[in-house]
């Protein structure tokens, strides 16, 4: 099992040991929403002066920076599945569905729809709200376990929105938790890289991977896309407060969809050559989900990565504004807002209409609340995610 946690510092401890003396500043290390601002005394680590030259305009420069989320945006197909109409292809029903899950839509790609055009419509608009144009961005992180080409379709995004300084992009796969870790590692790129616009995107077609025969899992999820722009900005302003990232491989028993060999081309491969070559074509086998393991992992393991995210930034549950889990089962949510003591009415919920949308389900839930003019400025989330892998993980962010 392996972990990694931060908190959020603007500094850089290693590199500070080893480049330059300390400075002292002040960081915004609390929340003018619920506990007013407290101010912290801290060291800063800037490494300056490295040269520039027109050719080399991504040498990093490491300066002590803040990052914070200025735009979102989210989209979904426009096929829409209703608990009913699934009770017409396998033996279930709405009120089993609802119920045991709380969802009652979902919307699903069909074979002329895009995931890709999905994500760059979010990303789009997220940059919209950000005011930033395609030009400025940076980097390209699409969060995905459905990506349309084998080698990722982050580059595709990029290509879409039309960025003409062809920011760096790729994919990263994590399953649910993937968005959770393109923000983190979104922050690093920041705090690190030099970077200063970066695209979140959490995007996932698990239609395509359902088996629709399965009533286990096919009324669980649905596709979206959600992106969130992330931004450097001085560390006062800083909005990325703490965060906690766990991954248990042993955990992938209780949900995975292993590739299997082509059926297909299992005549191909006796041809006389060496025995097992060429190796036959593959493709992903449908989720298979142990999902009460799942629900008993979530439920244990989320709101411990809650408290450890909260207590890195200094905080209670008891003073964020909101609650944004990874929308999975409502039953989840409810069970992990009642350990961590936060109310119904901070929690974010909007898993009645789009079902479990993997990668998409934060984004797209913070993009639903903000722009139903929920989440405001100013105020500070508790997100966490969870998913296959297992990975799991949170964090603390504020809204722009
Ligand atoms: O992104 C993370 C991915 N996954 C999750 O978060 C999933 C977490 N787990 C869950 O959400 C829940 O475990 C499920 C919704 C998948 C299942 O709910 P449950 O309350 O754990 O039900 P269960 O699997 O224990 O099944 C209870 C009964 C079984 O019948 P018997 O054996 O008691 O006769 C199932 O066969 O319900 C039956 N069942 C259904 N009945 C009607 C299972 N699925 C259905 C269904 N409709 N769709």
């Known amino acids: 099992m392996a972990n990694a946690s931060g908190h959020f510092s603007p500094s850089i401890p290693s590199l500070r040991k080893r480049n330059n003396p300390p400075c002292i500043g002040i960081y915004r290390y609390g929340f003018p929403s619920a506990e007013g601002i407290s101010k912290r ?17 991504r040498v990093p420069r490491l300066i002590s920076k803040g990052c914070k989320l200025v735009g979102c945006g ?26 045991r899950t709380g969802i009652h839509n979902r919307y699903v790609l069909t074979s002329n729809d895009s995931l890709t055009a999905l994500a760059a419509e979010a990303a789009q608009k997220a940059l919209q709200m950000a005011e930033v144009d395609p030009d400025d961005v940076d980097l390209v992180l699409l969060c995905t376990s459905t990506p349309e080409d084998l080698f990722g379709s982050a580059t595709q995004i990029q290509k879409a929105l039309g960025c003409k300084n062809n920011p760096l992009a790729y994919d990263i796969t994590a399953a649910c938790s993937g968005f959770l870790l393109g923000l983190v590692s979104a922050a690093c790129y920041i705090r690190g890289g030099g970077f200063s616009n970066v695209l979140v995107i959490g995007a996932d077609a698990l239609s395509r991977y359902v088996d629709w025969t399965d009533r286990g899992t096919c009324i669980l999820f649905g596709d979206a896309a959600g992106a969130v722009l992330v931004q450097a900005c001085n560390s006062e302003e800083d909005g990325l407060f703490g965060f906690d990232m766990h991954s248990d491989g042993d955990g992938l028993r209780n949900l995975n969809a292993p590739i299997v060999e082509n059926e297909v081309d299992r005549t191909l491969g006796s041809n006389g050559s060496v025995l097992g070559f060429p190796p036959r074509r593959s493709s992903y086998s449908c989720i298979q989900m142990k999902g009460n393991e799942v ?45 961590l003591e936060v109310p119904p009415e901070r929690v974010i919920s909007n898993l009645a209409n789009y079902g479990n949308t993997s990668a ?41």
Not at 46 to 54: C, K, L
Not at 328 to 338: E, F, K, P, S
Request: some cysteine.
């Open 41 to 57: 005394v801290f060291c800063s680590s800037t490494i300056q002066g490295a040269e520039v030259s027109p050719s080399q305009s």
């Open 74 to 99: 989210s989209a979904v197909p426009n096929l829409k599945v209703s608990n009913d109409d699934l009770a017409k292809i396998v033996d279930t029903s709405d009120e089993w569905i609802s119920v």
């Open 295 to 339: 629900f008993r992992f979530a439920v244990r393991c989320v709101p411990q990565s809650v408290e450890s995210s909260l207590q890195k930034a200094g905080l209670t549950a008891s003073s964020i504004d909101w609650l944004l889990l990874h929308q999975a089962n409502q039953r989840i949510l409810d069970a992990v807002a009642t350990r």
């Open 360 to 400: 998409a389900s934060i984004p797209l839930a913070l993009d639903e609340a903000v722009r139903g003019g929920k989440v405001k400025s100013g105020d500070t989330i508790a997100a966490a995610g969870f998913g296959a892998g297992l990975t799991w993980g949170s964090a603390i962010v504020r809204w722009r």
